[in-house]
């Protein structure tokens, strides 16, 4: 039978309602490589988990430490009693203070009889007057701190009798220490209480990348790929609250990536269908970081990275692959001091980050040639990163330290969400700290 | 898409846009049957049909935040699904040199004497097509794409993309007739 219908038209035609049954195993292999709400679902048990671990932290570490500063050791000298210190008087009744306070808190036997009220005023050492307790015996540190203070008048008699009744050797010890602190200049307990401090600091930082992959639903970690080391920077700005706990915030320009060695059997070329730039050969290439969108087409044929073939109508790259991710990360970490020194401390920071995409880069490498070819698609330009550190800061002075931390980062969200790239991150960071 | 289906459908891709696995199935459901029709017919088996569907549709739960309902949803999966089955052919490009127009004989034949061929026959004879014949054919009349979009879509020259096709429908014709002719005989 003849037709006037070209060819064309008839398949056309034919086409129009075709349709066949996918088998049911297509529908399971998309299902299984897409990301799922569940992943955002982790998501979220991640930020519980990490928010619930830095509570119980808090707990542990007594919370009521928090916004309190009661430590002698870290009240440095405050003008006014240093300079109650220098006079003689101040020195005079200092001296009979101390002693008095040594003989009460530490034998305590004798003077706990003491009925006869022995007044000491440290401003007014001439003047007679009533001593008064400030505190009852159950708010003893408070008190203590206030005797150290040099700004409290004593009831000798209330204080010994609370001592002889209730007050543990424990207790003893303790106030034997901060006692002793009276010999150091110590400032008011009014004038530093609840103060906030500032340290402003720069660092910079060496950090390792390890490429890990989880949720990915298009690819995993090939054992070609490695981490890469590299070196950031930026500044912190801390808040101390308590001579323990402190805040960080700050700004920090760091970077993760990752380089896909080319094996002698499976060299990495990457094509592009001519030399206009911005081409997309989407699919040709893909690693756990992601599908690389080349955009340098229109590279000199000199090049030495780039290859090109006359038999075949494509041109490219081959080489090893290096991705270079920049983020801006704005930390808000938890600081807490595990141990103090005179001349050291030492302390634990946990927290969250917000990291924010600044530059995206993907580079063909062959020796010491590296030409940059294009970027990683699908990048997300905004992740969530936890990190845990410990810090080390050595005081030059009351204004300058040095600070040394090593901390681990860990990508909470996907830099790809298809590909489930979350890369952990450990890294040093070094800076010099100005406290305001 | 019908309109009706698309009053349908909009819900459904707000829904996939939040991702929502069962308005994915849903949508998937709707689409899968059309769309592994257009990947058999580009694909030279089952198998390479099965895995383009599954890239395209991924592809497409992927990126159904870029879709704006201003055009044909039906449509932008399908642009999608044929771009997954060109980098597809591309991924598996045939190493022999292809032919360009300058060393082409050009061999119409008269329309009006084209055999009116039944739908199967046709689409399967599609299927047999020499590998780049098959997809010029299928992005030219089934795409209605350009030689030069074609040409830019595959990496090969327009003169190439032209002789690809002609000789697909002197294929088709020479495959089609000689295969009307058996069953006359037979």
Redesign the interface.
């Known amino acids: 039978?003849?037709?006037?219908?070209?060819?064309?038209q008839?398949?056309?035609?034919?086409?129009q309602h075709?349709?066949?049954?996918?088998?049911p195993?297509?529908?399971e292999?998309?299902?299984a490589?897409?990301?799922?709400?569940k992943s955002?679902r982790a998501l979220w048990i991640w930020l519980a988990a990490g928010a619930a671990s830095v509570t119980i932290v808090v707990g542990l570490l007594d919370f009521s430490t928090l916004f309190d500063i009661r430590e002698p050791a870290l009240q440095l000298a405050g003008s006014k009693m240093h300079e109650l210190q220098m006079s003689e008087a101040a020195k005079a009744a200092a001296g009979t203070v101390t002693t008095e306070k040594e003989k009460v808190l530490i034998p305590s036997g004798a003077l706990a009889e003491t009925t006869a009220p022995t007044r000491v005023d440290l401003e007014h050492p001439a003047t007679p007057a009533h001593w008064t307790a400030h505190r009852h015996a159950e708010s003893l540190p408070a008190l203590a701190m206030r005797s150290v203070g040099f700004d409290v008048r004593f009831n000798h008699t209330a204080v010994a009798k609370a001592l002889k009744g209730s007050v543990e050797e424990s207790e003893k010890r303790a106030y034997t220490r901060m006692l002793l602190a009276d010999a150091a200049p110590v400032a008011p307990i009014e004038s530093s209480s609840r103060r906030i401090r500032y340290q402003v600091a720069g660092v910079a930082n060496s950090a390792y990348a390890s490429p890990t992959s989880s949720n990915g639903?298009?690819r995993t970690v090939e054992s070609d790929e490695q981490g890469r080391m590299s070196m950031g920077g930026g500044l912190a700005l801390r808040l101390q609250t308590s001579p323990r706990w402190s805040f960080e915030t700050g700004v920090h320009y760091g970077r993760v990536g990752q380089k896909e060695r080319a094996t002698g059997s499976q060299p990495i070329v990457l094509t592009a269908?001519?030399r206009s730039p911005g081409l997309d050969i989407?699919?040709?290439h893909r690693n756990s970081m992601g599908q690389l969108k080349v955009t340098a087409g229109a590279q000199p044929a000199m090049d030495n990275n780039f290859i090109s073939s006359n038999?075949?109508?494509?041109s490219g790259f081959t080489g090893d692959v290096l991705q270079h991710l920049d983020y801006v990360e704005i930390p808000f970490l938890a600081r807490y001091r595990l141990w103090n020194h005179a001349l050291w401390s030492v302390a634990v920071s946990a927290g969250m980050s917000a990291n924010v995409l600044a530059d995206n880069n993907a580079y063909v490498v062959n020796g010491r040639n590296k030409t940059r070819i294009g970027y990683t698609e699908?990048i997300d330009p905004f992740v969530l990163s936890t990190s845990l550190g410990v810090s080390l800061e050595v005081p030059l002075s009351r204004t300058f330290s040095v600070l040394v931390e090593p901390r681990m980062k860990y990508f909470v969200t996907s830099l790809n969400e298809?590909f489930g790239y979350q890369p952990l991150e450990l890294s040093v960071q070094a800076g010099l700290g100005i406290r305001f | 898409m019908a309109d009706t289906q698309g009053l349908i459908i909009k819900p459904l891709i707000k829904e996939c846009q939040q991702g929502k696995p069962q308005a994915q199935r849903t949508i998937y459901d709707l689409l899968a049957p059309k769309m592994f029709g257009v990947c058999v017919q580009y694909c030279k088996n089952r198998d390479d049909a099965q895995d383009c569907l599954q890239e395209g549709f991924i592809r497409v739960f992927s990126r159904i935040d870029t879709f704006r309902f201003e055009g044909s949803f039906e449509g932008w999966v399908r642009r999608i699904v044929v771009n997954t089955l060109i980098e597809h052919f591309r991924k598996k490009r045939p190493e022999s040199p292809v032919e360009d127009m300058a060393n082409f004989q050009h061999a119409e034949t008269d329309a009006e004497s084209e055999p009116l061929y039944s739908e199967k026959e046709l689409r399967e004879a599609v299927t047999r097509l020499p590998r780049q014949y098959q997809m010029v054919f299928n992005l030219y009349v089934l795409e209605e794409l350009s030689h030069e979009e074609i040409a830019k879509s595959l990496g090969i020259s327009v003169g190439t993309s032209k002789s690809n096709l002609s000789r697909a429908r002197q294929w088709l014709r020479d495959h089609l007739s000689s295969g009307a002719q058996q069953n006359e005989r037979s």
């Open positions: 039978m003849k037709s006037t219908i070209p060819v064309d008839q398949y056309q035609h034919s086409m075709f349709e066949v049954a996918p088998p195993a297509a529908w292999g998309i299902v490589r897409l990301p799922q709400q955002r639903s298009l269908a001519d989407a699919g040709n038999t075949r109508p494509i699908s298809s």
